[in-house]
């Protein structure tokens, strides 16, 4: 199996997506920023390594910037994207919703897809999953059919129209094989937790509410504030949990029948515009609840109504009734997995964990690792990099959960030893599975290769009748002396 290239990895949706391909069994390369793209890719790991309450592979990381024209300039790794991998999930975007003095959304959303689409050129990467929006409908009205494009329609703003314009260069790529095009509805947080990292569409009114919760009473905000966007409370709001969201995608790109199409990720059941207002209301009221009710003369609450319906101008389209997505792919592909009910339970989790943290995205926490398995096998890296010709037989898997992990493939050379190149191999004849701690109780020679075979912490899979030559590699590969003879290999 060749490894799936993820874009967008360290945003909210991106994050969950990572997770539910490993939790598929699917290898993946995520491309971070330079700078502290890794480290945030390390911390997003940690995240769901306590999550789950275990080690977690780490995936193969490929340094780029979609804003620039060389993609990925490392001509290594776009040589390592084009031997490994055969297909590209892009999820990277910018959320904003105002051109910016950067040319943002459109030099993210439309640039970058066109620098990305010129990369895959070059890489042979010709299946292309995109995630674009349910909202590329613009200012339509009724029934949005999932092959529904560009039909003229009045794009509400400039995001919108930057995500329309960016399926519409993926639709004209003519070396693409396929194109798998995923629209989400309006994203809310975790529906079991709330976790979210970034507050957009639903969050936007109930940021000002928090904001303005000291100075104007919520009850009055519903009953003046919202009349005031030509809002009556029936009108409904597609809201999706990005948990959803992300299984749902994992199980089309998984399943190669689904492919080539377009899916509507939304629900079939909006919600009221009045139902959201009330749990807009009841949050704040909840929070405030220890503090005195404001007191407001009529001219100050008319000044704060205007600021508020400033600031929702600028969203107005993204709050209006939402049209009717038509989910027959989606429908179709995924009977058994269909979208939560938004609950005004689950609706008071998401709202109260962006309230309770004060509209502050959640930090990074990073576990500092055990153990630099990637500094340990540098040699191997190094001399890795070059295409690696001809070894005595197929490549080995070495898989090191946990911080300071990663995936390697070891080549058996009689001539020059054990080498190593990134990822797993797609085909190998035996694969070694263990934790950083493991690894390092080896290289420190606190354990042995048998002791840690027998206790369950090393799994050495497949070709039973080479166990011992497979011993013999692996102790190799973590005493302290390969590393300086590889170093020697690879300089010469």
Same mark, same amino acid.
């Given at each position: 199996?060749?490894?799936?290239?993820?874009?967008?990895?360290?945003?909210?949706?991106?994050?969950?997506?990572?997770?539910?391909?490993?939790?598929?069994?699917?290898?993946?390369?995520?491309?971070?920023?330079?700078?502290?793209?890794?480290?945030?890719?390390?911390?997003?790991?940690?995240?769901?390594?306590?999550?789950?309450?275990?080690?977690?592979?780490?995936?193969?990381?490929?340094?780029?910037?979609?804003?620039?024209?060389?993609?990925?300039?490392?001509?290594?790794?776009?040589?390592?994207?084009?031997?490994?991998?055969?297909?590209?999930?892009?999820?990277?975007?910018?959320?904003?919703?105002?051109?910016?003095?950067?040319?943002?959304?459109?030099?993210?959303?439309?640039?970058?897809?066109?620098?990305?689409?010129?990369?895959?050129?070059?890489?042979?990467?010709?299946?292309?999953?995109?995630?674009?929006?349910?909202?590329?409908?613009?200012?339509?009205?009724?029934?949005?059919?999932?092959?529904?494009?560009?039909?003229?329609?009045?794009?509400?703003?400039?995001?919108?129209?930057?995500?329309?314009?960016?399926?519409?260069?993926?639709?004209?790529?003519?070396?693409?094989?396929?194109?798998?095009?995923?629209?989400?509805?309006?994203?809310?947080?975790?529906?079991?937790?709330?976790?979210?990292?970034?507050?957009?569409?639903?969050?936007?009114?109930?940021?000002?509410?928090?904001?303005?919760?000291?100075?104007?009473?919520?009850?009055?905000?519903?009953?003046?504030?919202?009349?005031?966007?030509?809002?009556?409370?029936?009108?409904?709001?597609?809201?999706?949990?990005?948990?959803?969201?992300?299984?749902?995608?994992?199980?089309?790109?998984?399943?190669?029948?689904?492919?080539?199409?377009?899916?509507?990720?939304?629900?079939?059941?909006?919600?009221?515009?009045?139902?959201?207002?009330?749990?807009?209301?009841?949050?704040?009221?909840?929070?405030?609840?220890?503090?005195? &009710?404001?007191?407001?003369?009529? =001219?100050? #609450?008319?000044?704060?109504? @205007?600021?508020?319906?400033? +600031?929702? /101008?600028?969203?107005?389209?993204?709050?209006?009734?939402?049209?009717?997505?038509?989910?027959?792919?989606?429908?179709?592909?995924?009977?058994?997995?269909?979208?939560?009910?938004?609950?005004?339970?689950?609706?008071?989790?998401?709202?109260?964990?962006?309230?309770?943290?004060?509209?502050?995205?959640?930090?990074?926490?990073?576990?500092?690792?055990?153990?630099?398995?990637?500094?340990?096998?540098?040699?191997?890296?190094?001399?890795?990099?070059?295409?690696?010709?001809?070894?005595?037989?197929?490549?080995?898997?070495?898989?090191?959960?946990?911080?300071?992990?990663?995936?390697?493939?070891?080549?058996?050379? &009689?001539?020059?030893?054990?080498? =190593?190149? #990134?990822?797993?191999?797609? @085909?190998?004849?035996?694969? +070694?599975? /263990?934790?950083?701690?493991?690894?390092?109780?080896?290289?420190?020679?606190?354990?042995?290769?048998?002791?840690?075979?027998?206790?369950?912490?090393?799994?050495?899979?497949?070709?039973?009748?080479?166990?011992?030559?497979?011993?013999?590699?692996?102790?190799?590969?973590?005493?302290?002396?390969?590393?300086?003879?590889?170093?020697?290999?690879?300089?010469?």
């Amino acid at each position: 199996m060749k490894y799936l290239f993820l874009t967008g990895a360290t945003g909210l949706v991106g994050r969950y997506l990572l997770h539910e391909l490993q939790t598929a069994g699917v290898p993946v390369a995520v491309m971070v920023r330079p700078g502290k793209g890794r480290s945030a890719l390390d911390a997003i790991m940690s995240h769901w390594e306590r999550e789950v309450g275990r080690a977690l592979p780490r995936p193969v990381t490929i340094l780029g910037d979609l804003t620039h024209g060389e993609v990925v300039p490392d001509a290594d790794e776009r040589r390592w994207l084009a031997e490994n991998c055969d297909c590209i999930l892009h999820c990277a975007a910018s959320m904003t919703f105002r051109e910016d003095r950067h040319g943002e959304p459109f030099r993210s959303n439309v640039q970058g897809t066109r620098n990305l689409l010129a990369l895959c050129r070059s890489a042979g990467l010709g299946r292309f999953h995109h995630v674009s929006t349910a909202y590329v409908c613009g200012l339509r009205e009724g029934r949005i059919l999932e092959s529904d494009v560009d039909l003229g329609q009045t794009m509400g703003n400039v995001y919108e129209q930057s995500k329309l314009e960016a399926e519409k260069l993926i639709r004209g790529a003519d070396f693409l094989e396929e194109r798998t095009v995923y629209r989400p509805a309006s994203v809310v947080g975790d529906s079991r937790t709330g976790y979210v990292t970034n507050f957009h569409g639903f969050y936007w009114p109930l940021q000002l509410a928090h904001a303005m919760a000291g100075r104007v009473p919520v009850r009055e905000m519903n009953e003046r504030f919202y009349s005031r966007l030509g809002l009556k409370g029936d009108e409904g709001k597609n809201l999706v949990p990005v948990d959803w969201l992300a299984k749902a995608i994992v199980q089309l790109v998984t399943h190669p029948e689904h492919h080539n199409k377009t899916y509507h990720l939304a629900s079939p059941r909006p919600v009221r515009v009045v139902d959201a207002q009330r749990v807009i209301r009841d949050t704040i009221e909840q929070h405030m609840a220890k503090r005195p &009710a404001p007191s407001m003369s009529e =001219a100050e #609450l008319q000044t704060v109504e @205007a600021m508020f319906y400033e +600031y929702m /101008l600028i969203y107005q389209s993204h709050w209006r009734d939402d049209p009717k997505f038509d989910l027959s792919n989606t429908l179709a592909a995924l009977p058994h997995l269909p979208c939560p009910e938004l609950t005004y339970d689950v609706l008071m989790r998401v709202s109260k964990y962006a309230v309770e943290r004060n509209f502050v995205q959640p930090r990074f926490e990073y576990s500092a690792p055990d153990y630099d398995v990637a500094g340990h096998l540098k040699g191997l890296i190094v001399a890795g990099r070059n295409r690696i010709a001809s070894a005595d037989g197929p490549a080995i898997g070495l898989q090191v959960n946990g911080p300071g992990g990663g995936q390697w493939r070891l080549h058996v050379d &009689a001539q020059r030893g054990v080498r =190593a190149d #990134l990822g797993l191999p797609s @085909a190998a004849a035996a694969h +070694y599975y /263990l934790s950083v701690a493991t690894f390092r109780a080896l290289a420190q020679n606190e354990m042995s290769i048998a002791e840690s075979i027998n206790s369950g912490r090393l799994v050495v899979q497949g070709a039973r009748d080479r166990l011992k030559e497979l011993i013999r590699v692996l102790e190799q590969v973590v005493s302290a002396e390969i590393g300086g003879a590889l170093v020697s290999h690879a300089t010469n």
